[in-house]
Every structure is written in C-alpha cells, then in structure tokens.
C-alpha cells in the first residue's frame, strides 16, 4: 500500500501546473473635494462577485499595459498604470469546461483620469467606488484584501504634492 501512496502522489505532482499568470489593475481616484481615496470594484461576469479588473497576458504588452487595457475593457476607465507591481495575489479560476486553475494575479497601480461612456464590456458588469476598508471587505481573496488595505496606507502615508507622473 506504502508504493501505491508514494506513486499516487507523484502522478499528483506531475499533473500539477504551475498557476497561470494573469495582470490586474488597481483603479483609484483621489476625490476631489475630499482628498478621500477610492478604489474601482468591478463585478465578475460569471459569479458577481466584486472583483478588480485583470487579465491574461497579451503579446506585445508588458504587464501594466495589460493591466491598462483590462482597466477600459472591464471598466472603462483610463489611466497609467505603474509599471512596477504593488503586489500579487492568488486565486482558483474556473475554466469554460469546469476545471479550476490556480492563477497568479500581478496587480499595478493604475490612477484613473478619464471615463468612457461606451466600452467593450459595458452592461455586463456592476461598477462601484468604494473607500480601501469596503473594497477590502467586499473581495473574496485573502491576500488581494491585504493588498488593497496596505495600498490606503501607502497612499495616506504619500505626500500629497506628489505630481502624476511620479507614480511609475
């Protein structure tokens, strides 16, 4: 029984793939007559559940490119986003034919400057700015609510004289 253990869990192994990477944004705004810090949640089209915009890699497009055309595509909204990575987190994606996937997801900071009346994925989804405590509350990922909480420290922490294109 002790080898039918062993050479179980080694199929196991070799069936195991590595997670699948895919980019996300991080879509804020700074309010103006506050100064209060929001962040764009984004419903998924399958689930509901809140979520931020992201994903697969594109040929010919480094990650915060990606990150940036998710951002119009799912939620159309524009802006740069950072090139460097603010952080990652993981999560179970269900494919088409039912099979999970663990993905992992590089999110960039992306500041939103404008708003697109029509954009490819618009009706499909709900969109909803909310400040960093209920964005974090509303996300189902353990690490993407500690990546979006430690972002509204970063943020409150950062002078607020910092020019726009000091974000990457």
């Given at each position: 029984?002790?080898?039918?253990?062993?050479?179980?869990?080694?199929?196991?192994?070799?069936?195991?793939?590595?997670?699948?990477?895919?980019?996300?944004a991080l879509c804020?705004?700074?309010?103006?007559?506050?100064?209060?810090?929001?962040?764009?949640?984004?419903?998924?089209?399958?689930?509901?559940?809140?979520?931020?915009?992201?994903?697969?890699?594109?040929?010919?497009?480094?990650?915060?490119?990606?990150?940036?055309?998710?951002?119009?595509?799912?939620?159309?909204?524009?802006?740069?986003?950072?090139?460097?990575?603010?952080?990652?987190?993981?999560?179970?994606?269900?494919?088409?034919?039912?099979?999970?996937?663990?993905?992992?997801?590089?999110?960039?900071?992306?500041?939103?400057?404008?708003?697109?009346?029509?954009?490819?994925?618009?009706?499909?989804?709900?969109?909803?700015?909310?400040?960093?405590?209920?964005?974090?509350?509303?996300?189902?990922?353990?690490?993407?609510?500690?990546?979006?909480?430690?972002?509204?420290?970063?943020?409150?922490?950062?002078?607020?004289?910092?020019?726009?294109?000091?974000?990457?």
């Amino acid at each position: 029984m002790n080898f039918l253990n062993r050479l179980a869990a080694d199929v196991h192994l070799m069936l195991r793939r590595p997670a699948r990477m895919q980019y996300a944004a991080l879509c804020y705004r700074i309010r103006k007559k506050t100064g209060a810090l929001e962040i764009l949640l984004i419903t998924s089209r399958d689930t509901g559940r809140w979520v931020i915009p992201k994903g697969w890699p594109m040929q010919g497009k480094r990650a915060h490119e990606v990150a940036e055309r998710e951002a119009y595509e799912e939620a159309g909204v524009k802006g740069k986003a950072q090139k460097a990575a603010i952080g990652a987190y993981v999560y179970q994606k269900r494919m088409n034919h039912g099979l999970k996937v663990s993905c992992k997801v590089q999110v960039h900071a992306l500041e939103v400057d404008d708003f697109c009346k029509n954009f490819p994925e618009k009706g499909t989804r709900r969109l909803e700015w909310v400040d960093c405590k209920e964005a974090a509350s509303r996300v189902a990922e353990p690490s993407l609510k500690s990546l979006i909480l430690a972002f509204g420290e970063r943020m409150a922490a950062a002078p607020a004289s910092l020019p726009k294109s000091a974000n990457g």
